[in-house]
């Protein structure tokens, strides 16, 4: 009877020992792992975010969502979601200072912000994803929670939602009626001219026709006359062919008389030349006959004068004083 306490102990201790071998093995070191706990204050509706959904930064996995409560305040009606992450440190490699026992005070002043991001479009779920926005405010809820906050900013999809609620999508509406209406009334215009206008090309491609028609037998006419004057012109060429053969011989022989002629003139030229050189013995006896002329000219002229004053002296002759 007093062995059988030592087996029941041997069985509890064998036991606590498995325990603790598969919770090292199958639950690793995150037993003991230190993790960073923080709130965030969701805008809106979280439909679509579950206890689970992954927390990254900029697709980077970093913790999981652990709790998602309702805050509501019956005075007030207001109501708030805080959803409570956790962030895994180890999976950060940190260049300086690391923030110590989950302060995120630093991160939030140098713009950490939290947004909401669609994970699939087929199952609708989100996750919740960090990325720094300083462009934009910081907006703390605060309340009773000890967790350091993270501000939140509204979703791509709320914010796509709103920019659709500030459409004025009654007057789009109202505008796209009236130009339906517009091109309604268009088209029943249009529906009514079909018509006319279908009879007025028909009778304008008539009278195209008829005109094309008498231009064809008017570029007959012409094509005949054309070759009719081309004829005749040829016959013309034909002609001045024959009669510039006949004359040929006559304009040949009248060319080389007109030579002769020329040379003849030619030759009269140069011997006129030599006559009146200036050192010729022609141009000299001219000179000197000219000479003779002029003094037997100033003879006549003093004679004349002479019979003149005395017309004796034609009996008597000249006297001398």
């Known amino acids: 009877m007093a062995a059988r306490p030592a087996i029941v102990g041997g069985f509890v201790l064998g036991a606590l020992a498995l325990a603790a071998t598969a919770v090292i093995l199958f639950g690793g070191s995150r ?12 805008e809106g509706s979280v439909a679509g975010l579950d206890v689970g959904a992954p927390v990254t930064f900029r697709g980077v996995r970093l913790g999981a969502v652990t709790r998602i409560a309702l805050n509501f305040d019956p005075e007030t009606r207001t109501a708030h979601i805080p959803v409570v992450i956790e962030v895994d440190p180890d999976r950060v490699t940190w260049q300086g200072s690391r923030p110590v026992g989950g302060d995120y005070s630093r991160l939030v002043a140098a713009g950490l912000r939290a947004q909401l991001a669609l994970q699939s479009f087929v199952t609708g779920q989100f996750r919740v994803d960090l990325d720094f926005r300083p462009d934009t405010p910081i907006r703390i809820v605060g309340g009773e929670t000890d967790l350091p906050e993270i501000p939140a900013i509204p979703s791509e999809l709320d914010q796509l939602r709103s920019k659709l609620t500030e459409l004025p999508l009654r007057d789009l509406v109202d505008s796209a009626q009236r130009a339906l209406n517009s091109v309604d009334r268009l088209t029943t215009h249009l529906d009514a001219q079909v018509g006319t206008v279908a009879d007025a090309v028909g009778l304008a491609a008539g009278a195209a026709t008829k005109t094309l028609t008498t231009a064809d037998d008017s570029l007959v006419q012409v094509r005949e006359a054309a070759k009719t004057s081309l004829r005749n012109v040829d016959m013309l060429i034909g002609d001045a ?26 030759t009269l030229l140069a011997s006129a030349n030599t006559l009146i050189a200036p050192r010729s013995s022609f141009r000299g006896d001219l000179e000197a006959a000219i000479r003779d002329v002029s003094a037997a000219a100033s003879s006549l002229r003093n004679f004349a004068r002479t019979v003149e004053r005395d017309p004796s002296a034609l009996l008597s002759g000249r006297t001398s004083r």
């Open 31 to 42: 037993l003991f792992a230190t993790t960073s706990r923080a709130v965030i204050f969701f």
């Open 241 to 266: 062919r024959r009669q510039l053969d006949g004359r040929g011989g006559e304009l040949s022989r009248l060319l080389t008389d007109l030579d002769r002629s020329l040379r003849a003139v030619d």
